[in-house]
C-alpha cells in the first residue's frame, strides 16, 4: 500500500521557471515531510522538510507548502535550473522514524 | 554534513549464492538503520529497520530470512541477501539517523546495485 502519493510523475519546465511537485498523505500519525533529490545511480539527498505546525518553509530556491487539513504538501522549486534536473522524492516520517516515499517525480529542466 | 557509505557500489553475483552490503555511518554514531530497496525509475521502499543491539523490524511482505541484517556496532549495519535469485536484482540503499536533535533526519549511503545472473 502506498502510504504517501506523489505527482506529477514527470515534469518538464523551462529554465528559469517553477516546478511545482505534490504529494498527499492519509495517516494523521506522520509528523515529519522530508523533500529528497536523487541523481541516477546515486543515494537520495536531503533537500528540506518540514513538520505539521508550519504552513510553509523556504530555504533558498526551495520552498514547501503545507496544508495540514487536507493532508496534502508541496515542493516550489523556483528559478529551476539544468542542474536542478533529478528525481525528486517526498517522504512521511512517523513516531518510530521510519520514511515512507512518494513515487518519485523525474524533474527536466530545459535550458 | 553526515557521511554514510557502502560496499560495494556494485555487485554482480550467481543464482543462489549470498550477498553481503555493509552500511557505514562514517562520522556520526547511527543508533538506527534503514535499509530500502529501489527498482529503476520507481520508489525507494523501505525493507526494514535495525537499531544498534537488537533484532531487525522488517517491513510486511519483506522475508527476514532472505534478506538477513546485522546491526553490530553504531557505526555498522549490513545486510545479506541469502540464496539470491535474479528477481532480487535491485539497487539497495541503506540510511542512518540518530537520536539526537533531529532525530527524524536519515543520510542516505550512495546504494549498492545488485545484479543477480
Known amino acids: 500500500q502506498q502510504q504517501v502519493k506523489q505527482s506529477p510523475q514527470s515534469l518538464i519546465v523551462q529554465k528559469g521557471g517553477i516546478s511545482i511537485i505534490n504529494c498527499a498523505y492519509e495517516n494523521t500519525a506522520f509528523d515529519y515531510f522530508p523533500w529528497y533529490q536523487q541523481f541516477p545511480g546515486k543515494g537520495p539527498a536531503l533537500l528540506i522538510a518540514?513538520?505539521?505546525?508550519?504552513s510553509e518553509k523556504k530555504e533558498g530556491r526551495f520552498t514547501i507548502s503545507f496544508n495540514k487539513s487536507a493532508k496534502q504538501f508541496s515542493l516550489h522549486i523556483m528559478d529551476s535550473q539544468p542542474g536542478d534536473s533529478a528525481t525528486y522524492f517526498c517522504a512521511a516520517s512517523g513516531r518510530m522514524g521510519q520514511f515512507y516515499f512518494g513515487t518519485g517525480t523525474s524533474l527536466t529542466v530545459i535550458p | 554534513g553526515a557521511v554514510v557509505s557502502q560496499h560495494p557500489s556494485r555487485v554482480i553475483c550467481k543464482s543462489g549464492t549470498s550477498v553481503k552490503i555493509e552500511c557505514r555511518s562514517l562520522d556520526f554514531q547511527a543508533t538506527t538503520m534503514f535499509w530500502y530497496r529501489q527498482f529503476p525509475k520507481q520508489s525507494l521502499m523501505l525493507m526494514a529497520t535495525?537499531?544498534?543491539?537488537?533484532?531487525?523490524?522488517?517491513e510486511q511482505g519483506v522475508e527476514k530470512d532472505k534478506f538477513l541484517i546485522n546491526h553490530a556496532s553504531l557505526t555498522l549495519s549490513t545486510l545479506t541477501v541469502t540464496s539470491a535469485h535474479p528477481e532480487d536484482s535491485s539497487f539497495y540503499i541503506c540510511?542512518?539517523?540518530?537520536?539526537?536533535?533531529?532525530?527524524?533526519?536519515?543520510?542516505f549511503g550512495p546504494g549498492t546495485r545488485l545484479l543477480v545472473l
Open positions: 535495525s537499531n544498534e543491539g537488537s533484532k531487525a523490524t522488517y
Open positions: 540510511s542512518a539517523s540518530w537520536r539526537g536533535t533531529h532525530r527524524e533526519t536519515q543520510y
Open positions: 518540514i513538520r505539521p505546525d508550519v
